[in-house]
Structures are given as structure tokens and as C-alpha cells.
């Protein structure tokens, strides 16, 4: 407590003669100080209170400088105007980071970047429906002839159907003199063989046989195998003769041949006649019987 009072009558005292004296703060630091002041000897009681403020002091006049170290420890005296801010201190360590602020309004659109790498292909598509047929083009050139193709398998054999018909054994009514003519013939009409058309070989076989008990006469049998056409004596498609005989009992042939070319259906006429060579022409008439083979084999080309 002594100590106190001590130190706020130093201050005072140095206040008082600045005012009064007119020094400088310094000079009444240096004259007055609390090395100068006996203890006790200035109480409290022995100042009015507010006796000396900082209105009896000049600005700036007293500082830590005119004070004596310790001599204002423990005081405190009114709190005086706000000074001047002094310069901005060293920055310090940034503080721990805060809560992120709202969302800003969207910037304006930037420039359009350049343009990346083609992708991958993409998968196909379905099948579209099929377009309707388009015009047939023009026929192109005929092309050059390939090589011959390797021969192939041998087939089955054919086979040719032929037509083959005998008549049975007719008596031969006429011999001798003329023949007549298809549509009124002397000679004795002895089988008709219908063929359909086409290309043939066409054979005649005449079977003769004399009359054991009459009384033939030398002379020759004939086979004639005719079509008619509208003609006397029609189309001779195979003529043949026997050999000349007198005997009875006795047999005799004669065979023709011929290639044939029919359009139409047709009926090949069989006829069997003879010829006396003594010049009696009916000598042999009745006395023989004659028999035909007639085949008719399909030919090609």
C-alpha cells in the first residue's frame, strides 16, 4: 500500500511540474521521482481525489520513459482515447478451412473444345425390308464355250419296243394278170399293220406254201407291202418274189427291207400274189396259202 501511494505521488508531482514549471516531461522526470518522495510521507488522504488528471497534463508530457520501472505496476488509471491504429502485423497461419459457400449462378458457356477421335463403329442395324425387283437388264454377250465336262456314267441299256405282227395262213384267191389296184385289187389282201408316226426299219417276210393236192403250175409268189396315198397302186414301202416252183407240198419265201419315214399314223397293207410263167395266168389261182411277218423297228434320226 505504502509503496503505491509512492508511485502515484511520483507521477503527480512529475505532472504537476511539467504543467507548472513549464519542462519538458524529461526535466521533471529527472527532478522528481520516487527516489525523491519519503515514504508516507504524501497519503492518499493528503490528495483530493482527481486533484491531478490527464487534463492537467500535456499531451505526450509523461511516458513509460519519465517513469521509473515498476513505479505504475498495480495501478490502473482511467482508460484514455483510442489511439491511432498501429501498422498491420506479420499474417498469421491460416485458419482451419471454412464451410463451403452456396452454389454460385452458372458462368457463361465456354469456347467449344476441339473434336475428339472418331468412336467405334456401331453395332448394324436390322435389315431393312427388301426394294421391289428393279428392270431386267440388257442381255449381256455370250460367253466363251467351257471346257468339256467330264463324261458321265454309262446308263442302262435301252430298249426298242418293236412292232411285229403274223397273220395266219390265207389262201392266195388270185394269181396271174394284173395286179388291180388298191381300192380293187386282184391281189389277196392278207394282214394291216398300223403304225404310229415316226421313222423305221420295216421288213416283210412272205411264208408260201403249195397245195399238196391241186395242181400248181411253174411259177413265183409275190409279197407287197403298200400305203395307200389316194393313188392306183398306193406307196410300195417293200416288194419281194420267190424263187420259181412246181412242186406240191413244197414251201417258198422272199423277205424285204426297207428304212421308212411315217408323219402320221399309218396302215402298211400286207398283199400275196403270183405270176404264171407259161403266161396262163390262172393256173395257180387257189393253189397256194401265204403267211406274213412284218416287223417295224423304231429307228433315231
Known amino acids: ?42 497519503s492518499g488522504e493528503k490528495l483530493t481525489s482527481n486533484a491531478i488528471g490527464s487534463r492537467e497534463l500535456a499531451p505526450n508530457s509523461v511516458g513509460r520513459a519519465q517513469i521509473r520501472d515498476g513505479v505504475l ?10 489511439g491511432e491504429q498501429g501498422p498491420a502485423g506479420e499474417q498469421g497461419p491460416a485458419g482451419e478451412q471454412g464451410p463451403a459457400g452456396e452454389a454460385g449462378p452458372a458462368g457463361p458457356a465456354g469456347p467449344t473444345g476441339a473434336t475428339g477421335a472418331q468412336g467405334l463403329p456401331g453395332l448394324d442395324g436390322a435389315d431393312g425390308a427388301d426394294g421391289a425387283n428393279g428392270a431386267d437388264g440388257a442381255d449381256g454377250a455370250d460367253g466363251a464355250d467351257g471346257a468339256d465336262g467330264a ?5 442302262a441299256d435301252g430298249v426298242v419296243a418293236p412292232i411285229y405282227q403274223v397273220s395266219g395262213p390265207t389262201t392266195i384267191v388270185k394269181t396271174g394278170g394284173s395286179w388291180g389296184s388298191i381300192a380293187s385289187p386282184n391281189a389277196t ?17 412272205g411264208f408260201f406254201t403249195a ?10 409268189m409275190q409279197l407287197a407291202l403298200r400305203v395307200a396315198d389316194g393313188s392306183t397302186w398306193g406307196v ?7 424263187t420259181t416252183g412246181t412242186w406240191k407240198g413244197r414251201d417258198y419265201t422272199c423277205s424285204t427291207t426297207r428304212v421308212v419315214t411315217f408323219s402320221a399314223a399309218t396302215d402298211i397293207l400286207v398283199f400275196g ?23 417295224a423297228i423304231p429307228v433315231q434320226g
Open 211 to 220: 397245195d399238196s393236192d391241186g395242181n400248181p403250175q411253174p411259177g413265183e
Open 73 to 82: 505496476d498495480g495501478l490502473q488509471g482511467e482508460q484514455g482515447e483510442q
Open 236 to 242: 410300195d414301202v417293200g416288194t419281194c418274189f420267190t
Open 151 to 155: 463324261d458321265g456314267a454309262d446308263g
Open 1 to 42: 500500500m505504502k509503496d503505491r501511494y509512492k508511485s502515484g505521488i511520483a507521477v503527480m508531482a512529475a505532472a504537476g511540474l511539467l504543467v507548472v514549471g513549464g519542462t519538458t516531461g524529461a526535466v521533471a522526470a529527472k527532478m522528481i521521482d520516487g527516489s525523491r518522495i519519503k515514504d508516507a510521507s504524501i
Open 273 to 295: 400274189f403270183g405270176y404264171d410263167i407259161e403266161g396262163e395266168s390262172a393256173d395257180n389261182s387257189g393253189d397256194f396259202t401265204g403267211t406274213s411277218y412284218v416287223t
Open 189 to 205: 389282201l392278207i394282214d394291216t399293220v398300223s403304225v404310229p408316226p415316226g421313222k423305221y426299219i420295216l421288213t416283210g417276210n
